[in-house]
T-cell receptor, first 118, second 110 residues
């Protein structure tokens, strides 16, 4: 069965960096585009980043552009989110997902909590 | 503020029906697939609808959706206490080249 398992979250000081990983299994990872989505405490879902199945055409939310970098290693079936210059408003539960709104191939991880605090 | 506008909350008694609207523009809803999610904070969102009005296997037909122009609507009939959750519409915005979620609608069963 499809599984997405995030890791790498934790507590970091403002201005710091963190890298999230998302290990995928149960499907042909190298044929699916992937996304990161987050939910800050008490807030709604916020789309964060996209990367095409071949690692091309990364896209980012305005709120993270220039600070976050999405990448993938198809040989390891793993998605990454490098987060730099973190701010307190980046505090959120971060999910990786296949987000296939046209075909319904929609799977999510359990989330990885990132807390940015001094 | 999200580019997709949803009402903050809706409510109805058990067995009744609620509808949730999602208003966007020609750069998002008007020219792309719309999906709907049910979400309990701290858990993975659950896909209810994809491709505007299709239900994944296992989603009961109490959940239905439609799209017209730059707006979409989710309907829930035969409301149950287990339906209490936050509901989000989602799509891609071609103009901004970003994914977008609505602000979310909290459904309360009275």
């Amino acid at each position: 069965q499809v599984q997405l398992v995030e890791s790498g979250g934790g507590v970091v000081r403002p201005g710091g960096s963190l890298r999230l990983s998302c290990a995928a299994s149960g499907f042909n990872f190298n044929t699916y585009s992937m996304h990161w989505v987050r939910q800050a405490p008490g807030k709604g879902l916020e789309w964060v980043a996209f990367i095409r199945y071949d690692g091309a055409y990364p896209e980012y939310a305005v709120s993270v552009k220039g600070r976050f970098t999405v990448s993938r290693d198809n040989s390891k079936n793993t998605l990454y989110l490098q987060m730099n210059t973190l701010r307190p408003d980046d505090t959120a539960l971060y999910y990786c997902s296949t987000l296939d709104w046209g075909r319904g191939f929609d799977y999510w991880g359990q989330g990885s909590l990132v807390t940015v605090s001094s | 503020q999200s580019v997709l506008t949803q009402p903050p909350s809706v409510s109805a008694a058990p067995g009744q029906k609620v509808t949730i609207s999602c208003s966007g523009s020609s750069s998002n809803i008007g020219n792309n697939f719309v999906a709907w999610y049910q979400h309990l904070p701290g858990t993975a969102p659950k896909l209810l609808i994809y491709d505007n009005n299709k239900r994944p296997s296992g989603i009961p037909d109490r959940f239905s959706a439609s799209k017209s122009g730059t707006s979409a609507t989710l309907g829930i009939t035969g409301l149950q206490t287990g339906d209490e959750a936050d509901y989000y519409c989602a799509t891609w915005d071609f103009s901004l080249s970003v994914g977008v979620f609505g602000g979310g609608t909290k459904v309360t069963v009275l």
